[in-house]
């Protein structure tokens, strides 16, 4: 087996299966030109092993490998890694062959002897189409999350953002710190983005959003057939992020049961699918965030030392939004143009009455919170200018940020300002569910109720 490295993340990562050694050479030589990590077996069983345990962007398969058929195993391959773009490389140039190759799953078709220059070609295409769909299914879980412009007035957002930047160009893991909704996802965007891997894929994984067992699945895959409901095999998240980076939100909910498999994901880089024994590989960079007080979960048996120890390489910290008050009139305006123009409404600014009780008001959802309001007054604003009333600050109560149990305030109104709170800091439906100790299904009543 003879593979090409470099010190810079790899261009792709190609396997290519064929009994003739000097064309695996050929092969090799071609494509390490344009930086791509070529990985060669001369055998079929040793094509079908690397394919299981090793991820790459495309396979060249040769047709015929010894006594073996390469047409025959396209259907395993698929099975192994369905991720991976193959490329059927045979001497046959009839129309036939290609029919049935792009039929068993085969993405490509080459006929050889061919020149370097067809080889790179065909290569190329793949690998860019691998990461396309990558970029696609990243798209698709980060639906709805929105970015606002990564600047600030304030020190210690400012310190946070420079550093981020500074460890973004390294491989180092990185440990986001803060209260919910003070920008850790963007962040983490941030320094994926201006990382050499910004090419490949950034997975999220927001950790409290499922069981150990289903976020296990989500996380490596599973095989068809190995718990109830498990109708096909899935490659998982980690897969889709080969040569990217994992942004694991809200890491300290992470389950006690599950976390040894994570540090050992992130020490070898290995792992195995839900009901699979075949140990695999995949290159992902780990950048984490939480709201929790990790030390403290420590103490208390909640949470790994060790797994603390390679999450926290570099930890950031940033600040709530009620510490970084310069910042609000700029966010806040940034917000209100986007949905703005996302909706084809009139707002555009906000009324200087808006912004002087905005600036009074503790902001406990932090910038999530500020994002939400935003979008609602963009939506009942008839004009212009976004006023006070728009901006449901003081709704429900009359002391919304000081309120509190023992509070001159019905137990009703106590209730419902608690959990439109809970529901401000809160990722998804569930997780607040799981903060006010009730079940989705009763918290979605009481928001009906409430109007949240």
Known sequence: MVSTSKDTPPTGRILAIDDDAGLLQNFALALGKDGYKVVTAETLADGLRLAATQPFHACLLDRNIGYDSGMDALPRLRELA???????????????????????????????????????????????????????????????????????????MRAAIDMALQVARTDANVLLLGESGTGKGVLARAIHAGSPRKDAALVTINCPSLSAELLESEMFGHAKGSFTGASQATVGRVSHADGGTIFLDEVGDFPLALQPKLLRFIQDKEYERVGEPTTRKADARIVAATNRDLDAMVQSGEFRLDLLYRLNVISITLPALRDRLEDLEQLATGFVRKYAASYGLPARRLAPSAMMQMRAYAWPGNVRELQNMMERAVILCRGEEIGPELLSLDRGDTARTEANAGAPISLEALERLHIERVLAVSHNLEAAARTLGIDSSTLYRKRKAYGL
């Open 82 to 156: 369905p991720l991976m773009r193959i490329i059927m490389v045979t001497a046959h140039a009839g129309v036939s062959d290609a029919v049935a190759a792009i039929a068993q799953g085969a993405s490509d078709y080459l006929v050889k002897p061919c020149s370097p220059e067809q080889l790179r070609i065909a290569v190329a295409r793949q690998v860019d189409t691998r990461r396309m769909l990558d970029r696609l299914d990243a798209l698709e879980h980060e639906a709805g999350e929105s970015i606002p412009e990564l600047d600030s007035r304030n020190a210690a």
